[in-house]
């Protein structure tokens, strides 16, 4: 049995020996270094080193996290549109409505619950918005539970308050979809990883787990399912219904 570090880029999962990562911390500060090759991100300080940092998303060639969580915004201030107007409909035409009255059932309110950051600006945003949106989701279950019997109230209420807690969280989504490059590195983890002579940090979404794996399980690979130059699989590993590539090897990438 083998330890290794399950990290999560994109939708995908990977794998990587413990006894090659040094430490996992957060993402530090990074100097791009000019000319290099697209998949160094540039370098950094730590520990007294100074190291190169590569980018694991743009070797899977994957889009930068920065375009997914500005996405991710985006589509949650859309989410809300839609309740607010489907809230509305459900109101006035005595409706069911099916979306979640939970603030922490929606999409936004699961990251608000799982998001944590240092950052004073991003802070700020969020000592004022998380209250307001749960405000808006608790407000509508209010609404619905009274519309039998004020229904003229019930109405003029929702365009009047939700429409105001709506306007104010989309504000708030706004000042954060500005914000996603630093909040998408904040989210991020760093891997410093050590193999023979190679020592450098790699850039990867999430931490998932630290797992044992056993080395029969492995279903291994052809080398045509492994032609990344720089990452060599060993192969794939089904774990919790989820199936993990197992990683061999990182090499820092080397501009031709």
Not at 45 to 71: C, D, G, H
Not at 110 to 137: F, G, N
Not at 165 to 176: A, H, I, N, R, V
Not at 207 to 214: K, P, Q, Y
Request: charged share 30%; with cysteine.
């Amino acid at each position: 049995m083998n330890d290794y570090i399950i990290f999560t880029v994109g939708d995908n999962y990977y794998a990587l020996q413990v006894a090659s990562i040094q430490r996992i911390i957060q993402v530090p500060a990074i100097t791009p270094i000019p000319n290099s090759h697209p998949f160094i991100e540039g370098m950094m300080s730590y520990e007294n080193k100074v190291s190169k940092v590569v980018n694991f998303r743009q070797m899977m060639a994957l889009k930068p996290y920065e375009e997914e969580i500005e996405t991710f915004f985006i589509q949650s201030k859309e989410d809300h549109k839609i309740w607010v107007t489907t809230l509305s409909r459900a109101l006035e035409n005595k409706e069911e409505f099916t979306l979640t009255l939970n603030p922490h059932a929606c999409r936004f309110g699961k990251w608000l619950d799982s998001y944590s950051t240092h950052d004073p600006k991003v802070l700020e945003i969020l000592r004022i918005l998380r209250p307001i949106h749960a405000k808006l989701h608790e407000k509508g279950k209010e609404l619905l539970d009274a519309r039998e019997e004020k229904l003229e109230e019930v109405v003029a209420t929702c365009h009047r308050e939700i429409g105001e807690m709506f306007d104010f969280t989309s504000s708030k989504l706004d000042e954060m979809i500005k914000m996603s490059s630093g909040i998408s590195s904040q989210m991020q983890k760093l891997l410093i990883y050590q193999r023979d002579n190679e020592y450098f940090g790699i850039k990867v979404d999430k931490i998932e787990d630290i797992v044992s794996l056993d080395p029969s399980m492995l279903k291994h690979l052809d080398r045509y399912d492994n032609e990344n130059l720089f990452v060599e699989l060993d192969g794939v590993i089904e774990l919790s219904s989820r199936l993990v590539n197992v990683i061999k090897s990182v090499s820092m990438p080397v501009k031709e």
